[in-house]
């Protein structure tokens, strides 16, 4: 009798556990599928926009939903900017090589160059210094320009799924506080925020 009484519980169990294996089963299925959904990837859009200054602006512009898309035009910003640094930078460089050149005929050859006629050794001396130091900051502005993009494209990537809309808001308004426990009446404001 107690063999029949355990098989009938076995019996009993055995379906009930298969049945939530595949329960399971069918969980972790529907969870793979959830998964293979396309995140965005702070990552990829850094590296990105390392690799290829703007890029990792235009992968969160693909990114956005429509209607919030607003990353492209920080492209041509950016390469205005590095491109200026970088001709000023360059100018800057040649123009500071030019004036070691004069200032070297002037020393070793007694050679004046016509360009540089109303300038003595001290003053082509700080010319040369200022150039320097111009062409040094340019470049420094132009490294600088190529990390804020790295940056703003990495922080963009965060709120690409941010959601800004009407149904969050903060409304500041003007309030009458009335007189309460021997305290005068007083005008202030009113801050309210709307979270739907």
């Known amino acids: 009798m107690k063999q029949w009484v355990f ?3 076995l019996g009993a169990i055995t379906p009930t556990f298969s049945q939530d294996n595949d329960s399971i ?3 972790g299925v529907v969870a793979a599928e959830q998964d293979t959904t396309k995140q965005h990837s702070v990552k990829t859009a850094t590296i990105l926009s390392l690799a290829l200054p703007g890029a990792g602006q235009v992968y969160n512009h693909i990114a956005m939903p429509k209607g919030k898309k ?6 041509p910003l950016i390469y205005a900017g590095l491109g200026a640094t970088g001709y000023f930078a360059i100018k800057n460089h040649q123009e500071q090589k030019a004036l070691k050149q004069e200032y070297i005929n002037r020393t ?3 050679v004046y160059g016509d360009e540089y006629l109303n300038y003595d050794d001290s003053g082509i001396i700080q010319l040369y210094q200022q150039k320097l130091n111009r062409r040094d900051l ?3 502005g132009m490294g600088l320009v190529y990390l ?3 940056a703003d ?3 963009e990537a965060h709120f690409v799924k941010f959601d800004v809309s009407d149904d969050l808001s903060m409304k ?3 309030a009458f506080i009335p007189l309460s426990y021997g305290n005068p009446a007083s005008v202030g404001l009113s801050l309210q925020f709307t979270f739907k």
Do not use: D, G, S, T
């Open 7 to 9: 098989l009938f519980v």
């Open 25 to 27: 089963i069918k969980a």
């Open 70 to 75: 607003k990353a492209y035009w920080k492209v």
């Open 108 to 110: 070793e050859h007694n």
């Open 138 to 140: 340019l470049f420094l």
């Open 148 to 150: 804020l993009q790295v």
């Open 153 to 155: 494209a990495a922080v």
């Open 172 to 174: 500041i308004r003007p």
